[in-house]
């Protein structure tokens, strides 16, 4: 199992490219399941959750093929497969959201109930009580949804619960809607620039979608959606992978250049950067950061977009953790997404977190020490306190943070970091700060 072993403090400097959204890129891949036709993605990150939905993809009748090192190419070869299996399900939420496209491409759909994780319960209501009303007839099996509609009809449809809207549950309405007969109103649709990637890539096919962007989206359904042009269609850079980038050179003093990102959809956070004392320029395409000495406390509230992303909350608290001042963070998307507490202050972070809120009393330096990720973004952070921390961290686990970034070693290294990837089956994490365990006998 992969461990990551980081010489902390070295303050961060030069310049990187962000990489394509895993979020924008999950969801324009399931939704290949509604067009007649092969289709060319760019900008797709070779992830492990991109390879997980591939794999699905493939079951499904869909073939996918990785052209060059972020190009894909797409092409449904057989419409009969309608039964995504659990053991892909589990390991990737995401995959729910070819639900909505196999009931209006193919009339049934028979997919694994995801189930929870370390971010916190994962109901999909908001999904089956849209697609229940675009007219499928729904029912729950074994552990599967099983959807079916001999041909979907446009509906009313609201997409926000009591955390907000919900992103994917958006992207599966939004994808079913696009064949639906007549014309569909979701209503609390979610904002985020990934569900305008999808619905930009779905009207590049014919669909006729209007609102994207906004919290009410407009569809007037198709009878078919096909490739009008062979250009690739472009996924949107990455946000959570660009402030997680910004955030390793605020946290260890340096400063920074992320390529190829988009400034606009990071206001927030931008501005909670500013707020933490760091320095921010940014132009079209590019975004500089200038840390502070040190970090000013500053009070943040994870929100659905444009607020800050929840996905940045626990990269964003391993920097308060070094603040001069306590911070209080919360996070109204996932109310239980503080995992990363307990191993932040095992580098030696004051945090106490309860119910949905954590307050960070900064204290003047981390100290190395072998920490275990949980889930994606709690990886991330803990490689950012790594960065920061005295001596050497081991981060155990990062099968996590393979599922979200591609090499986030590499392009650490490329800023000056310190980052060695090691098997520790091949070298125990002993030798840094665990006893060595006496010879048996
Ligand atoms: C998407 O997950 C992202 N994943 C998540 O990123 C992100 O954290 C989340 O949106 C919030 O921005 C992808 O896009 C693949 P939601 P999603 O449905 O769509 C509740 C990462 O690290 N809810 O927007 O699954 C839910 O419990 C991942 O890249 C319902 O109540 O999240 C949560 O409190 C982690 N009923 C809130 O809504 C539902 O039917 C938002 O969830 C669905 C969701």
Redesign the pocket.
């Known amino acids: 199992m992969d461990c990551l072993r980081i010489t902390g403090g070295v303050p961060l400097a030069g310049t990187v490219t962000a990489g394509g959204s895993?979020?924008a890129a999950?969801p324009i891949m399931a939704a290949s399941i509604l067009v007649d036709g092969p289709i060319a993605l760019a900008g797709v990150p070779d992830l492990v959750d991109v390879n997980t939905l591939a794999l699905l993809l493939g079951y499904l009748g869909v073939e996918v093929k990785r052209q060059t090192n972020d190009d894909l190419r797409i092409e449904c070869v057989d419409n009969r497969p309608t039964r995504a299996e659990y053991d892909l399900v589990r390991r990737m939420?995401?995959s729910f959201c070819v639900l909505g496209p196999l009931v209006a491409r193919r009339g049934r759909g028979v997919v694994s109930l995801p189930g929870g994780c370390n971010?916190?319960?994962?109901?999909?209501?908001?999904?089956l009580a849209a697609i229940e009303k675009l007219g499928a007839d729904i029912h729950i099996e074994h552990g599967y949804v099983v959807a079916q509609a001999r041909r979907l009809k446009g509906a009313a449809l609201h997409l926000s619960?009591?955390?907000?809207?919900?992103?994917?549950?958006t992207a599966n309405a939004l994808s079913a809607a696009t064949l639906a007969r007549g014309r569909t109103v979701i209503i609390g649709a979610?904002r985020?620039p990934?569900i305008v990637n999808l619905g930009e890539f779905l009207n590049s096919l014919g669909a006729r979608i209007a609102g994207l962007g906004t919290d009410t989206i407009e569809i007037v359904g198709v009878e078919q959606l096909a490739p009008t042009s062979a250009r690739a269609y472009q996924v949107i850079p990455d946000r959570?992978e660009t402030g997680t980038l910004l955030l390793s050179a605020a946290i260890t003093g340096g400063s920074a250049t992320v390529r190829g990102a988009r400034p606009e959809h990071l206001t927030a956070v931008l501005e909670a950067l500013c707020g933490c004392g760091v320095d921010v320029t940014s132009s079209a395409g590019h975004i500089t950061v200038r840390a502070a000495t040190r970090p000013r406390p500053t009070n943040l509230d994870a929100r659905?977009y444009p607020g800050i992303?929840?996905?940045l909350q626990a990269q964003f608290m391993a920097l308060l953790a070094l603040a001069n001042g306590t911070s209080i963070v919360g996070d109204a998307?996932?109310p239980d997404r503080f995992m990363h507490v307990a191993e932040l202050n095992r580098l030696g972070a004051r945090i106490e977190h309860s119910a949905s809120t954590a307050r960070v009393h900064g204290v003047p330096a981390l100290s190395g020490a072998t920490v275990m990720a949980s889930d994606?973004?709690a990886s991330a952070a803990l490689v950012l306190a790594g960065l920061a921390a005295g001596r050497q961290t081991i981060v155990r686990r990062i099968y996590h943070l393979d599922r979200?970034y591609q090499r986030l070693e590499t392009k650490l290294a490329q800023l000056g970091a310190e980052v060695e990837r090691y098997d520790e089956s091949q070298r125990p994490a002993a030798a840094l700060h665990e006893p060595a365990l006496p010879p048996p006998g």
Not at 164 to 169: E, F, I, L, N
């Open positions: 895993k979020n999950l939420r995401a971010i916190g319960n994962r109901p999909v209501d908001l999904h619960g009591p955390f907000g809207p919900s992103v994917t549950g979610a985020e990934e959570i659905p992303p929840t996905d998307v996932f994606l973004r979200g």
